[in-house]
């Protein structure tokens, strides 16, 4: 229809930069004022990270197993949960989810929830982490990426909690993923949800 302004979205793109794991490219965006810009846009596969409960999630302070890992980005070493970006082998979220948890601590899970999707930085980029937690835990096998240096610790939730509230925990998918199952642990287990499919990441 004439005269009719367009939606916001993408009108171009140049493509910079395709790597390993990350593509960078300049976007032509139409905002939804209908002025038009150039926006730095990463695109990411997305990702999976797991809270694993050593004890019944229920428990008032369950165990929780984490990581210390060098993260160069960082600068350094940091606290945070199992997690790593989707392979073209997993069948769907919840693979990924599997994979990584037995890759990273080397304990496998029964009880698989799905928590929430978190979109990490969508100021630049579109990558989603999926949240689970998991509980059933029995011993896998380790099988760490090359540039994987990292430490496996147990904390009681409670400890999690201190290290969020006194700053000493950073890394957002952790901060959330404890929140959510500090705040909905008792709604998780009741009802389990479904992970959307891979195509919707």
């Given at each position: 229809m004439a005269g009719e302004v367009e939606g916001p979205g993408r009108i171009g793109r140049r493509e910079i930069w395709d790597g390993r794991i990350?593509?960078?490219?300049?976007?032509?965006?139409?905002?939804?004022?209908?002025?038009t810009g150039e926006l730095e846009f990463i695109r990411h596969r997305g990702a999976a990270a797991v809270v694993p409960f050593l004890d019944d999630p229920l428990d008032p302070d369950p165990r929780i197993v984490?990581?210390?890992?060098?993260?160069?980005?960082?600068g350094g070493v940091i606290l945070e949960i199992p997690a790593g970006i989707v392979d073209p082998g997993d069948a769907d979220w919840e693979s990924c989810a599997r994979r990584e948890l037995e890759e990273e601590t080397g304990h496998r899970t029964?009880?698989?929830?799905?928590?929430?999707?978190?979109?990490?930085?969508?100021?630049?980029t579109d990558e989603v982490i999926h949240l689970?937690?998991?509980?059933?835990?029995?011993?896998?096998?380790?099988?760490r990426d090359e540039d994987e240096y990292l430490e496996v610790e147990t904390l009681r939730l409670s400890e999690l909690l201190e290290g969020i509230r006194?700053?000493?925990?950073?890394?957002a998918k952790t901060v959330a993923a404890l929140q959510h199952v500090h705040a909905f642990r008792d709604q998780v287990w009741p009802q389990?949800?479904?992970?959307?499919?891979?195509?919707s990441s």
């Amino acid at each position: 229809m004439a005269g009719e302004v367009e939606g916001p979205g993408r009108i171009g793109r140049r493509e910079i930069w395709d790597g390993r794991i990350v593509r960078l490219s300049l976007d032509t965006v139409r905002f939804p004022d209908g002025r038009t810009g150039e926006l730095e846009f990463i695109r990411h596969r997305g990702a999976a990270a797991v809270v694993p409960f050593l004890d019944d999630p229920l428990d008032p302070d369950p165990r929780i197993v984490v990581l210390r890992q060098y993260r160069y980005a960082a600068g350094g070493v940091i606290l945070e949960i199992p997690a790593g970006i989707v392979d073209p082998g997993d069948a769907d979220w919840e693979s990924c989810a599997r994979r990584e948890l037995e890759e990273e601590t080397g304990h496998r899970t029964a009880d698989l929830r799905y928590l929430a999707p978190i979109h990490t930085t969508p100021g630049f980029t579109d990558e989603v982490i999926h949240l689970f937690a998991a509980a059933a835990l029995s011993e896998g096998r380790k099988d760490r990426d090359e540039d994987e240096y990292l430490e496996v610790e147990t904390l009681r939730l409670s400890e999690l909690l201190e290290g969020i509230r006194d700053g000493a925990i950073t890394d957002a998918k952790t901060v959330a993923a404890l929140q959510h199952v500090h705040a909905f642990r008792d709604q998780v287990w009741p009802q389990r949800r479904s992970a959307p499919p891979l195509s919707s990441s």
